[in-house]
C-alpha cells in the first residue's frame, strides 16, 4: 500500500478537463517538492511536473501541478485521446528516507 | 539527446544474482545523480535505490536494503545494481533515471527498463 494515495482512474471527454489528486502527510508532501509523471501503456514514465507546479520544456501547458498542505493535484485541460495513460506522483519521505510514488492512477478520455 | 539504455535483464532462479546495467549517452553521468526505480507487472512504480552524482554516498529502499548494491564507472558513463539473493517478489521492469539536482526530487530522463523474472 503507497504512501501517497491516489484515485485508482478517473475519466472525461475530450477536451474536457480533468484532476488527479494525490494525498499524503507530513512526512513526504507536507515538507518535499512533488513530481508527476505519465506513462502510456508499454512505455516509460515521463516527467510532467516537477517541483509541485513547474513543467519540463516540451510540456504543454495544458498540464498543471498545485500543492497545498499534504495533498497535491494534477490537473489535464483540453483532453486528447493520447492523453490516455497512467499517472503518478512521486516525492521523498523524510521519515524512510526513500523516494515514494502513489498508486497511479488510470485516465481513460471516452 | 540523452538516452538511457538499460540491460541484464532476464530469467533467474529464487536466491540467483543479476546484475543490471544502465548506459548513459548525452551527459555525463557523473553530473547528475541517477536511480533505479522498478514496476511489478501490472503495479506502480518502486523506487529502489539512487546513488550521488560522485558515487559516494547511496540510498536504498528497504526491500532490497542488504540484497542489492547500486554502482557506477565513469570511465563507461555506465551505472549497474547488483541484485543478490533474488525474490519472486523482486520481479519486475528496472527502469534507470537521471536526478538532475541530487535531491532525489524528481527524475527528467528514464530509460525504457529492462525486465527481471524470479522464478524457478
Known amino acids: 500500500q503507497s504512501l501517497l494515495t491516489q484515485p485508482p482512474s478517473v475519466s472525461a471527454a475530450p477536451g474536457q478537463k480533468v484532476t488527479i489528486a494525490c494525498s499524503g502527510s507530513?512526512?513526504?508532501?507536507?515538507?518535499?517538492?512533488v513530481s508527476w509523471y505519465q506513462q502510456l501503456p508499454g512505455t516509460a514514465p515521463k516527467l510532467l511536473i516537477y517541483?509541485?507546479?513547474k513543467r519540463p520544456s516540451g510540456i504543454p501547458d495544458r498540464f498543471s501541478g498545485s500543492k497545498s498542505g499534504t495533498s497535491a493535484t494534477l490537473g489535464i485541460t483540453g483532453l486528447l485521446t493520447g492523453d490516455e495513460a497512467d499517472y503518478y506522483c512521486?516525492?521523498?519521505?523524510?521519515?524512510?528516507?526513500?523516494?515514494?510514488f502513489g498508486g497511479g492512477t488510470k485516465l481513460t478520455v471516452l | 539527446e540523452v538516452q538511457l539504455l538499460e540491460s541484464g535483464g532476464g530469467l533467474v532462479q529464487p536466491g540467483g544474482s543479476l546484475r543490471l546495467s544502465c548506459a548513459a549517452s548525452?551527459?555525463?553521468?557523473?553530473?547528475?545523480?541517477m536511480s533505479w526505480v522498478r514496476q511489478a507487472p501490472g503495479k506502480g512504480l518502486e523506487w529502489v535505490s539512487a546513488?550521488?552524482?560522485?558515487?559516494?554516498?547511496?540510498y536504498y529502499a528497504e526491500s532490497v536494503k542488504g540484497r542489492f548494491s547500486i554502482s557506477r564507472d565513469n570511465s563507461k558513463n555506465t551505472l549497474y545494481l547488483q541484485m543478490n539473493s533474488l525474490r519472486g517478489e523482486d520481479t519486475a521492469v528496472y527502469f534507470c533515471?537521471?536526478?538532475?539536482?541530487?535531491?532525489?526530487?524528481?527524475?527528467?530522463?528514464w530509460g525504457r527498463g529492462t525486465l527481471v523474472t524470479v522464478s524457478s
Open positions: 533515471a537521471k536526478d538532475p539536482r541530487g535531491g532525489l526530487e524528481f527524475f527528467d530522463k
Open positions: 548525452g551527459f555525463t553521468l557523473t553530473s547528475d545523480a
Open positions: 546513488i550521488s552524482g560522485g558515487g559516494a554516498t547511496t
Open positions: 507530513s512526512s513526504n508532501i507536507g515538507n518535499n517538492y
Open positions: 517541483d509541485n507546479d
Open positions: 512521486g516525492t521523498w519521505d523524510r521519515s524512510l528516507s526513500a523516494v515514494v
